[in-house]
């Protein structure tokens, strides 16, 4: 698949972004403006039918913005997915495992493609239509948030991997001896940068705080705990670019979500570590950037499912 420069017949897209705590959905024009979006909280049910009914109260509602017509659909979900059966799994939706998304969706918006996608795939696609990573053919497209999730661009294309996992980054192991994951393994990017766990290895060094956002005006206020948190959770992540750039030859790394809103207390130690761990002649220019959609990208993202 070759680079993708335009969106194709495709006009206005049905974008859906599957979440944990929210189920967005909005139309997304062939330019990739996000022309409206509606939203609603993801029940805390263990019934999959009350799940799947607040997602078509959410799809109906964007629909009817729409006027009712729409070229195509594109889901943008938290994983685990399985592309080849268009099921999820979202770890934090236990209601639904094995849940069929691509087939309800196709039932609720009849005769239009319907596309799926990892949240951080979307998140990477969005990015590179509208945000920072736009014109860029190789990029990595993150989120530091609660969790650690990514998704890869890789000659102006989205790659999706085998079952549609690829780019799964926050399970990269940067230190093998390092604190257990939830995924069962030691040493996780996730199990030492993620918020949660910045403000968790603070308080054990007798930081006082509840959350990363206090972490971050800790760190803002001069606190060294704080500071040295930040720090620390910065090598993580940049020994994981450094790994994943390597491996996909990348030009960019785009870094939304939570934690990354701490802006210069991020990036600027990542970036110096990043230089640590990149010492390959071709990760010599590997730029590290703020995203710059926020909220937006997962719909963008969906939408530009459709492009191909």
Known sequence: MGPVT?????????????????????????????????????????????????????????????????????????????????????????????????????????????????????????????????????????????????????????????????????????????????CGARGCVEAIASGPHLAAWAREQGWAGADAKELADAATSGDEVALRAFRRGARAIAAMIASVGAVCDLDLVVVGGGVAKAGPLLFDPLRAELHTYAGLDFLSGLRVVPAELGGEAGLVGAAALLRD
């Open 6 to 182: 335009s969106p194709g017949p495709a006009r206005r897209i049905l974008a859906v972004d599957i979440g944990g705590t929210k189920i967005a959905a909005g139309i997304v024009d062939s330019t990739g403006r996000l022309t409206s979006n509606t939203r609603q909280p993801t029940p805390p049910s263990d019934d999959p039918e009350q799940v799947w009914a607040a997602a078509r109260r959410t799809i109906d509602d964007a629909l009817a913005a729409a006027g009712g017509a729409v070229d195509g659909v594109g889901i943008s979900s938290a994983g685990p997915i399985h592309l080849p059966d268009g099921t999820i799994s979202p770890i934090n939706i236990p209601a639904w495992r094995g849940f069929p998304i691509r087939e309800r969706v196709a039932a609720a918006v009849p005769d239009v493609p319907v596309r799926l996608g990892g949240d951080g795939l979307c998140m990477a696609l969005g990015e590179h239509w509208r945000g920072a990573g736009q014109g860029v053919a190789f990029m990595l497209g993150m989120v530091v948030s609660t969790g650690i999730g990514g998704g890869l661009v890789l000659d102006g294309s989205p790659y999706h991997g085998r079952t549609g996992n690829a780019g799964h980054v926050g399970h990269v192991i940067v230190d093998p001896d390092g604190p257990p994951c939830a």
